[in-house]
C-alpha cells in the first residue's frame, strides 16, 4: 500500500540556528577566519551621528561574499537563497524567525564612497585577517 505524507509543520521552541548548522561548514570555518569588522571603520564616517539605526555594513559585505562564493547572478537570488539556506542565515546572524531584509540598497552608496587606496590600507595592514 502506498502511503502519503501529510504536510503538517509543529513550532518548536527548542531549535535554534546554531545547532541546525554543522560544525564542520564553509561558512562556520570563514566566521571563524575571517573577521569583517573593520568593514564598520571603513564606512563609519558615511553615516549620520543621529537618527533611526540603518542596516549593518557587515550584514551587507557579507550578503557580497555569499553572492560571490554561490556563484549567484543577481541580489533577488541572493535573497532567495539566504532565506532558504540555514547556513547562510547564521552566517548573516539571522534567527529562524527574523525576516532578510534586502540591506544592499540602502548601504551602497556608503561603501561607493571608499576610495580604493583606503580598502588597500586596511588590506595592507591585515585589518581583515586577526585572529579569532
Same mark, same amino acid.
Given at each position: ?17 546554531? +545547532? ?5 561548514? !564553509? ?13 564598520? &571603520? ?22 557580497? @561574499? ?28 539571522? &534567527? ?9 540598497? +540602502?548601504?551602497?552608496?556608503?561603501? @561607493? ?5 583606503? !580598502? ?10 586577526? &585572529?579569532?
Amino acid at each position: 500500500m502506498m502511503g502519503t505524507k501529510v504536510r503538517e509543520f509543529t513550532t518548536h521552541t527548542d531549535i535554534s540556528v546554531e +545547532a541546525l548548522v554543522p560544525s564542520a561548514n !564553509c561558512y562556520r570555518h570563514l566566521e571563524r577566519t575571517l573577521d569583517l569588522a573593520f568593514v564598520r &571603520d571603513l564606512v563609519r564616517e558615511h553615516y549620520a551621528a543621529g537618527g533611526r539605526p540603518g542596516s549593518d555594513p557587515v550584514v551587507f559585505f557579507t550578503l557580497q @561574499l555569499i553572492l560571490f562564493f554561490e556563484g549567484l547572478r543577481s541580489e533577488r537570488q541572493l535573497m532567495s537563497v539566504v532565506a532558504d539556506r540555514l547556513s547562510l542565515r547564521w552566517y548573516l546572524g539571522y &534567527d529562524l524567525d527574523e525576516a532578510v531584509v534586502l540591506a544592499t540598497v +540602502a548601504i551602497r552608496p556608503a561603501f @561607493l564612497a571608499i576610495p580604493g587606496d583606503e !580598502c588597500q590600507e586596511y588590506a595592507a595592514d591585515g585589518a581583515g585577517s586577526q &585572529d579569532r
